[in-house]
Every structure is written in C-alpha cells, then in structure tokens.
C-alpha cells in the first residue's frame, strides 16, 4: 500500500497541471466553452487564481476568434444586463471566476464551429505583462464542481 503512494499521488499531480494553466502566479482552472457556431459567438468560463500580488486582466486573443472580450452579466433594474469589462481586477492572493450568468469571456466571430471534444486556445494578457494560455474544452456542462448556469443572457451562444 505504501509503495502505491508515490504512484497515485503522481498520477494526481499529472492531472491536476494538465487540467490547469500556470503564468508565474497566475492560474487558471476549470476552463470550458460550449458548442457554437462558425461566425457566432461563444462564452468561456474559468477560474483565475492569483497567488502573487494584484494584477489586472487587460486583454485577450485567440486563433479561433475575430475577438475576445470580458463580460459582465448582471441584475439592473429587475433585468439582466450585460456589459463589456475592459479591465478585470485579480485581488492578490484571490481568485475570479468566470461562469454562466456572471463573468465571461466572449469568443466573438468564431472562424469555425465549436463541437464536443475541441480544445479551444485562448491567451490571458495582464497588466503585469504575463501572458496565460488556457485551453477551452468544449463540453455541453461545465467541469464537476463548477458553478451551476444560469443562461446565458443577452447572446445567441451556440446557435444550436
């Protein structure tokens, strides 16, 4: 049993960092998106962990999209709105979490559609000037554990 924990605790630690993007103190986990598309657009969601000091989201690019854009999704006057979100705050020592019906990244002008099983690049730019490259799996539900949706409102995400 001993000789078998060595072995288990490496496997675990394999798939912790394959399922993680690391930049210096900058990480992301649980990054997905779901189908969509060619042309529309998609929502990706994620955690950003900050384990250094504060640091700001500024931008973001990926190969597959005209456009990436932080969005903000919330209640306005008993209606959900939605708005863009230049520059996103990461408190030192802290985490953001982009997830159905709040924070979101908008993948915008897909240049091809998104099916179950791609990977979907997707490169973080910070004030700080650290780059983090995530990789969107696409999947119909977000990983175990991830906050549950709410919709997506205000997008045609999917076009299903």
Same mark, same amino acid.
Not at 145 to 160: C, I, N, Q
């Given at each position: ?37 060619? /042309? ?12 250094? /000091? ?69 490169t973080l730019r910070f004030r700080s000037g650290a780059r983090l490259a995530v990789d969107l799996a696409v999947r119909t539900t977000g990983p175990a ?16």
């Open positions: 049993m001993t000789r078998m924990l060595p072995v288990t605790l490496a496997a675990l630690s394999a798939a912790l960092l394959a399922s993680a993007a690391v930049a210096g103190p900058l990480a992301a986990k649980d990054a997905w998106t779901r189908p969509a598309a060619a /042309g529309g657009t998609a929502a990706g969601y994620l955690t950003l962990v900050n384990r250094g /000091g504060p640091d700001l989201l500024v931008g973001a690019d990926s190969p597959l999209a005209q456009r990436v854009e932080a969005h903000a999704s919330g209640m306005a006057g008993g209606m959900m709105q939605m708005s863009a979100e230049p520059a996103v705050p990461i408190p030192a020592g802290g985490e953001v979490v982009f997830a159905p019906g709040g924070r979101h990244l908008m993948l915008i002008g897909l240049k091809r559609a998104l099916r179950i099983g791609d990977h979907v690049p997707v554990g991830a906050p549950k949706s709410m919709g997506h409102m205000g997008h045609m995400e999917g076009m299903r």
